[in-house]
């Protein structure tokens, strides 16, 4: 079963709007890390934002929350006033227990995010 | 927030050789390394976990005699790729992380490798 899924391939856009792209986690660890990162056609890795899940609050960084809905286990990325550099695929990643290391990812299958002027 | 280097960037060889890719934490001391590769239009797929000092720990599927990571100091991680071959070609990206915050795991930005 996946443990990130991000259910939209592909997301538009208008320029100077705001966009929530999707992401639905799935874990029995009572401690893991949620983290969104963008990565432009450049291919470099861009870290955004990042939430624990004992976090009372949601995480915020400048244009970027994340609306995290521990119940639901979702953790959806809201992007507001999108620029144009925006434009770019938009992973989720969950960092639990599970695997052999206790820092390790797991990466969603992404969304591409397209702004349009 | 922490920088991450990698090089090559870009790196063209011809089958049979082998190439080695560095990754440097640069403002950071970082315990623990990761390699990824990536396909085109897909998501990044964890190679190795590389611990300062002790021997890296593959993926299921990884070949270690093929794919040499050494974790020698907290700043340094190399990836060799041992007589590579045209199914090696691909986008090749180093992530670190330390005593960081939420434990971020921060990316170089990737090295793409096209052997001939």
């Known amino acids: 079963a996946q443990k990130i899924t991000q259910t939209q391939p592909g997301m538009f856009v208008q320029e100077k709007e705001a966009v929530t792209l999707d992401c639905t986690y799935d874990?029995?660890?009572?401690?893991?890390?949620l983290f969104w990162y963008k990565q432009p056609s450049s291919g470099e890795m861009i870290f955004l934002i990042y939430?624990?899940?004992?976090?009372?609050q949601n995480a915020t960084e400048g244009r970027y929350s994340l609306n995290f809905q521990k119940a639901r286990k979702s953790a959806n990325l809201v992007i507001s006033a999108s620029q144009l550099g925006d434009s770019a695929m938009y992973f989720c990643?969950?960092?639990?227990?599970?695997?052999?290391?206790?820092?390790?990812?797991?990466f969603g299958k992404g969304t591409k995010l397209s702004v349009i002027p | 927030g922490a920088v991450v280097s990698q090089h090559p960037s870009r790196v063209i060889c011809k089958s049979g050789t082998s190439v080695k890719i560095e990754c440097r934490s640069l403002?950071?001391?970082?315990?623990?390394m990761f390699w990824y590769r990536q396909f085109p239009k897909k998501s990044l797929m964890l190679m190795a976990t590389?611990?300062?000092?002790?021997?890296?720990?593959?993926e299921q599927g990884v070949e270690k005699d093929k794919f040499l990571i050494n974790h020698a100091s907290l700043t340094l991680s190399t990836l060799t790729v041992t007589s590579a071959h045209p199914e090696d070609s691909s986008f090749y990206i180093c992530?670190?992380?330390?005593?960081?915050?939420?434990?971020?795991?921060?990316f170089g930005p990737g090295t793409r490798l096209l052997v001939l």
């Open positions: 992530s670190a992380t330390g005593q960081v915050p939420g434990e971020t795991q921060y």
């Open positions: 590389s611990n300062e000092g002790s021997k890296a720990t593959y």
């Open positions: 939430q624990g899940s004992y976090d009372q």
């Open positions: 403002d950071f001391q970082a315990t623990t």
């Open positions: 990643a969950m960092r639990d227990s599970s695997g052999a290391g206790s820092y390790q990812l797991t």
């Open positions: 874990t029995s660890d009572p401690s893991y890390g």
